[in-house]
T-cell receptor, first 112, second 112 residues
Framework: DAKTTQPTSMDCAEGRAANLPCNHSTISGNEYVYWYRQIHSQGPQYIIHGLKNNETNEMASLIITEDRKSSTLILPHATLRDTAVYYCIVRVNAGNNRKLIWGLGTSLAVNP | NAGVTQTPKFRILKIGQSMTLQCAQDMNHNYMYWYRQDPGMGLKLIYYSVGAGITDKGEVPNGYNVSRSTTEDFPLRLELAAPSQTSVYFC???????????FGPGTRLTVL
């Protein structure tokens, strides 16, 4: 599975959009991009995933560049409860193991 | 649905002791995982299972054992606990699709 690079930390003002970047320049054609977050030592929580097209759900939007070498997770109106560590993971959606390989993530602080 | 449950929440072990961390899910998921998370780090995969009776090693299996006799349960056994096993342990599950992994609340283990 390809490796990802994320900034160590970011800040965002409450009510503003939080844009979290992820670099995955060695991604293969059949690898998906997943985003999870972890709020203060709780179990990680799934946010969204995608392959090529941009994706949106009730939590966030995922924008993947045309060359698929990078992506951005967008939290449209960040709240204090969005303060968490956000993990970007790429993974082949094939085979039998469904494994995710986790990096260090981005620590997002949403400030009042 | 209770989702993924883990017991105990906290445990202190002495060096050389053994224990079993319990994990259960009520979503009829085939795939289950054990991760450990050291302070300030991402999750590391210990073992995973693709169905009852089938388990395989992850990135950091040494010092641990697992079994999967039922779809619902996936216990993690620590034999001869060592201080290096002090960590937070998370169990997760996913169905046959490639969507989200559901995580339990974690077990915080300290080995003294």
């Amino acid at each position: 599975d390809a490796k990802t690079t994320q900034p160590t930390s970011m800040d965002c003002a409450e009510g503003r959009a939080a844009n979290l970047p992820c670099n995955h320049s060695t991604i293969s054609g059949n690898e998906y991009v997943y985003w999870y977050r972890q709020i203060h030592s709780q179990g990680p929580q799934y946010i969204i995933h995608g392959l090529k097209n941009n994706e949106t759900n009730e939590m966030a939007s995922l924008i993947i560049t045309e060359d698929r070498k990078s992506s951005t997770l967008i939290l449209p109106h960040a709240t204090l409860r969005d303060t968490a560590v956000y993990y970007c993971i790429v993974r082949v959606n094939a085979g039998n193991n469904r494994k995710l390989i986790w990096g260090l993530g981005t620590s997002l602080a949403v400030n009042p | 649905n209770a989702g993924v449950t883990q017991t105990p929440k906290f445990r202190i072990l002495k060096i050389g002791q053994s224990m079993t961390l319990q994990c259960a899910q009520d979503m009829n998921h085939n795939y289950m995982y054990w991760y450990r998370q050291d302070p300030g780090m991402g999750l590391k995969l210990i073992y995973y299972s693709v169905g009852a009776g089938i388990t395989d090693k992850g990135e950091v299996p040494n010092g641990y054992n697992v079994s999967r006799s039922t779809t619902e349960d996936f216990p993690l056994r620590l034999e001869l606990a060592a201080p290096s096993q002090t960590s937070v342990y998370f169990c997760a599950s996913t169905g046959t699709g490639f969507g989200e992994q559901f995580f339990g609340p974690g077990t915080r283990l300290t080995v003294l």
